[in-house]
């Protein structure tokens, strides 16, 4: 019997590496390719802010739909570096619309594996415009290895985790929150 539930414990063991090895850990949280966008940003402990964000704006349904999306994912610490206020001001129920704006200007219409917006930027000889769900447009570069996000206001996110298959999409976290011009 102890060895039963021995080996049956190393074998969760092993398949929760298994799946963890597969997409990186997001908020200390495995993330897993069968679940959509909302079913593992709400794991991550890095991304309650963008859930609740996303649960305000009424983006729920959409951001569980077929897709594929990429979404561009600010972390809280991307979201606390807005001047003191914005996020609260952003959830109350008659800032729905800019709320929604700013989100949607996250997400974009593919299903972009950091390889292929590496190889869009280098084709463009550094630099890639990449329009939004929200209309927005913004310039993707990399930097050191590194994907960088431009918003319209000049502003620059990083990308610090890449890659995190969905079954809708994909998912990069950012450390900034890209903003629209309103």
């Known amino acids: 019997m102890f060895r039963t539930s021995l080996l049956a414990t190393a074998l969760v063991a092993t398949l929760a590496t298994a ?15 069968e679940k959509n966008i909302v079913e593992n940003a709400m794991n991550s402990k890095d991304h309650t802010t963008l859930v609740a964000a996303v649960k305000a704006a009424g983006l729920v349904e959409t951001l569980q739909g077929a897709g594929p999306f990429t979404v561009f994912a600010p972390t809280n610490d991307a979201f606390a570096a807005l001047p003191a206020g914005t996020v609260d001001k952003l959830l109350e ?15 974009v219409s593919a299903n972009a594996m950091s390889d292929a917006i590496n ?11 990449v329009k939004t769900v929200g209309g927005c447009e913004f310039t993707a570069k990399a ?28 998912i990069h976290v950012i450390d900034k929150v890209l903003l629209p011009k309103m």
């Open 19 to 33: 799946a963890s090895a597969e997409n990186p850990m997001v908020g200390g949280a495995a993330m897993f390719e």
């Open 93 to 107: 129920p008659g800032m729905k619309d800019q709320l929604t704006k700013v989100l949607t200007c996250h997400v």
């Open 119 to 129: 190889k869009m930027v280098m084709d463009d000889g550094g630099m890639h415009k």
């Open 143 to 170: 930097d050191g290895g590194k994907i960088m996000i431009m918003d319209e206001n000049g502003g620059m996110a990083t990308v610090t985790i890449a890659d995190v298959k969905q079954s809708n999409g994909v």
